[in-house]
């Protein structure tokens, strides 16, 4: 596939609420981003992080303030920033091809073009087994994947990521956060991406948002100056996790008043933030 070089990010003055009557989402929230960057956004449960996203994917509209991507405007949905969520939606009667294939049969690809884009991705998420099974026959992490390979059969200059792996056991989770993390730096696009889970953030980002408060903020921009690829039980990763630790807690410190973190069991630093 050929290289993208991603895209400059530019949000100023972010402003968001719902509606005139409620509460301020977020307010004067500013990101920028180099091109090819991977940023990783962490913050309890409420403070607007998929809010903030939803905008930069263009499908909610902001209140206020500056969204751009390389001078662009957001202000719609596009196949240069494409947004992967939790659930995989795919069609489930529809083979790994078909699936992965759908955005470029939409565009109306020439058949040959086509099919020699799709085995590509699909060799790029590691799926060749599979590219002629039915996606409701595959394990959720391979359903992911899948889903992964539809989004970046479209060649985004940015992949937008909502929590894309808490519902996925470890082992499945580790592989699939080294496996994008090199994607993203093979193909130069940018990511932003939302987590609770702190190792995650630290395997994946180039550097972390910490959000907090209401209305949130970006209280904390924490360089992850780390080599790739990233281990987990590597010292300097484990110590670059401690010092990410602390600064959430600092963050959930000064924001005292919201307490909603929610836990998850399955998950260790999941714990440990909502032990705060
Ligand atoms: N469609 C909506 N209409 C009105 N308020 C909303 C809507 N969606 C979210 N909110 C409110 O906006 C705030 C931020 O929600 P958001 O989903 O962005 O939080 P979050 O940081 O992603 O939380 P979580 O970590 O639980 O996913 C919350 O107080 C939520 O109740
Ligand atoms: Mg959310």
Known sequence: MEKRNGVHINIKDLTHRYTAKSPITFEKVNIEADPGEALVIIGRSGCGKS?????????????????????????????????MFQAPHLFPWMTVEQNVGTGLRFAHWPEKKMKKRIAEVINLVGLDEYAKNNTQDLSGGQQQRVALARSLVM??????????????DAFTRATLQKDVRAISKQLEFNLVMVTHDIDEAVIMADRALVMAGSPGKIVHDFKVDLDDPRERQDP??????????????HAAGVSADD??????????????????
Request: proline share 4%; aromatic share 4%; glycine share 6%.
């Open 259 to 276: 307490s909603n973190m929610e836990g998850d069991d399955a998950n260790q630093s999941d714990i440990e933030l909502a032990g705060n």
């Open 236 to 249: 300097k990763v484990q110590a670059m996790r401690a010092s990410l630790m602390e600064i959430f807690h």
């Open 155 to 168: 060649e985004p200059d940015l992949l937008l990521l909502d929590e894309p792996f808490s519902a996925l």
């Open 51 to 83: 809010t903030l996203l939803h905008i930069l994917a263009g499908l909610l509209e902001k209140s206020s303030g500056i969204v751009r991507l390389d001078e662009k405007d957001v202000t719609e949905p596009s196949s240069h920033w494409i947004m």
